[in-house]
C-alpha cells in the first residue's frame, strides 16, 4: 500500500477501505440454489455501479444507505459482542425481512428482468 492511501485510513476514511467478500454455501442448496446465487454475485459485479446514485455515504457510521431509507438501522460489528459474563451479550438488532420467500426460480426471473 501507498503512503498516502494508509495515512487515508489511519484519518479514519473507511469509504476508501478495501472490502472483501467470502461466500459459503450450506451444505443443503441445490444446484439451482448455488447457480441463482452465482448469478447474483455475476449481476452485481456488471452492474452495481448503477446502482450508486440511489445511495449515500453515511461518513458517521462509515455504510451506504439508500436515499429513500428514513431510520438507519444500527451496524453490529463483531468486536460488540462480549463474553465476560459467560453468556453471549451484544446491542439488540432488530430482525426484519422487508421481502417475502421466493422460489430460486421466481428470484432468477427477477435477474433476468433486471439484465
Known amino acids: ?12 476514511h473507511e469509504l476508501f477501505r478495501m472490502g472483501y467478500t467470502r461466500i459459503n454455501f450450506p451444505w443443503f442448496f441445490n444446484e439451482e440454489d448455488v447457480e441463482y446465487v452465482v448469478s447474483a454475485v455475476e449481476f452485481v459485479c ?10 449515500k455515504f453515511d ?15 444500527q451496524r453490529v460489528w463483531l468486536g460488540e459482542v462480549d463474553y465476560s459474563s ?12 422487508p421481502f417475502s420467500i421466493q422460489t430460486t426460480q ?9 439484465e
Do not use: C
Not at 503512503?3 to 479514519?12: A, H, N, S, T, W
Not at 456488471?46 to 445511495?55: A, C, I, T
Not at 421466481?106 to 433486471?114: D, F, G, H, K, V
Open 106 to 114: 421466481q428470484l432468477s426471473e427477477y435477474l433476468r428482468q433486471a
Open 1 to 12: 500500500m501507498t503512503r498516502q492511501y494508509k495515512k487515508v485510513l489511519f484519518e479514519g
Open 86 to 97: 459467560g453468556e453471549l451479550k451484544n446491542k439488540p438488532v432488530e430482525e426484519t425481512m
Open 59 to 73: 461518513a458517521d457510521q462509515n455504510i451506504w444507505v439508500h436515499r429513500n431509507e428514513r431510520e438507519q438501522s
Open 46 to 55: 456488471k452492474f452495481g455501479w448503477m446502482f450508486l446514485p440511489v445511495y
